[in-house]
C-alpha cells in the first residue's frame, strides 16, 4: 500500500474544495488558525528556543500567554456538531 503524501497546509487552503468548503461553512476557522500556528511554532523551534519561539509567535498573533498556551499545548477533542450527511 502506497504512502499518502502530507500536504502543506498553504497547498490545501488555496484549493477550489476548499475555498467552496468554506463559502458553505464547513471550515473550522479557529482550528484552521490553530494549525497554522502549531505548524509555525514547530518551524520556529527547529530554529530558536522554546521561550523565543513562544515569544515571536504572542507578539505575531498579540495573543495573551494563557491563550497561546492553549493553542500549543492544550489537547483538543473534536466539538461536538451535527454531523454531515450525504446522500
Do not use: H
Amino acid at each position: 500500500m502506497g504512502r499518502i503524501p502530507k500536504l502543506e497546509l498553504e497547498e490545501i487552503v488555496s484549493s477550489d474544495i476548499f475555498r467552496r468548503l468554506r463559502q458553505l461553512m464547513l471550515i473550522d476557522e479557529t482550528e484552521l488558525r490553530n494549525i497554522w500556528i502549531r505548524e509555525e511554532y514547530n518551524r520556529l523551534r527547529n530554529e530558536c528556543t522554546q521561550p523565543k519561539a513562544f515569544e515571536i509567535l504572542k507578539e505575531k498573533f498579540a495573543f495573551s500567554d494563557a491563550t497561546l498556551k492553549n493553542i500549543l499545548y492544550k489537547v483538543t477533542t473534536r466539538k461536538n456538531k451535527t454531523p454531515l450527511v450525504f446522500k
